[in-house]
């Protein structure tokens, strides 16, 4: 069950320069009030999009709100409103969000720059997966490498899923027939997302 909601969190409260209430004209008794409400799932707070508030006179008890208040106190109060930001962990669940993001991006840069360099300098035994080209997904595994280009031998099973190929990728299943590529067709196809993994078993 997802437990979620807002909570609201006071912020500040300040005497307004604003020198008289309206309602009663006692003097110096007007106080700005503000506060901030947050999402949070699990109780843990995700961001801050609210900033309620009022003035209330502290002699006779009046609260105005927004557009009730007379301009010259509206006027102080939103002075006072900018100038109040949220609680920084307020933002924590998007602080979080965004670092699990970053970590899983650098690591995916990391992966595919490992994979490259694979294919730069291929070795024998290195396996890549590839798209069928029918919808399907198999493998090949190098079997030679002569300059700058390679040998390889395709998987004689294909995968439904490119999630599925790691299921066929066994010794056995290579074909004994090879099949000859440059190492620049096979850096485009990997550029192009027709190999999509790299694998070197060291």
Not at 33 to 38: F, G, L, M
Not at 173 to 192: C, P, Q, S, V, W
Request: charged share 25%; hydrophobic share 35%; proline share 3%.
């Amino acid at each position: 069950m997802l437990i979620s909601g807002s909570l609201s969190v006071h912020l500040k409260t300040e005497r307004s320069r604003v020198t008289s209430c309206p309602n009663c004209q006692a003097n110096g008794t007007l106080v700005n009030t503000i506060s901030s409400k947050h999402f949070h799932i699990y109780w843990i707070p995700i961001f801050a999009y609210s900033k309620p508030g009022s003035t209330k006179c502290e002699s006779c008890g009046h609260v105005m709100k927004g557009y009730d208040m007379p301009e010259d106190v509206r006027d102080a109060y939103e002075d006072f409103r900018e100038g109040t930001k949220p609680k920084f962990w307020q933002f924590t669940g998007t602080m979080i969000i965004a670092a699990i993001f970053l970590y899983l991006f650098a690591g995916h840069v990391s992966i595919e720059a490992q994979e490259i360099a694979y294919i730069k300098d291929p070795m024998k035994g290195d396996v890549y997966y590839f798209e069928a080209g029918n919808g399907d997904y198999s493998s090949m595994i190098v079997r030679a490498r002569m300059s700058d280009s390679l040998f390889v031998s395709k998987n004689k099973f294909e995968s439904s899923y490119s999630s599925g190929v790691e299921e066929i990728d066994y010794e056995e299943n290579y074909l004994e027939e090879r099949m000859g590529f440059d190492i620049a067709t096979i850096l485009h196809r990997y550029n192009k997302g027709k190999i999509f993994k790299v694998y070197r078993y060291e």
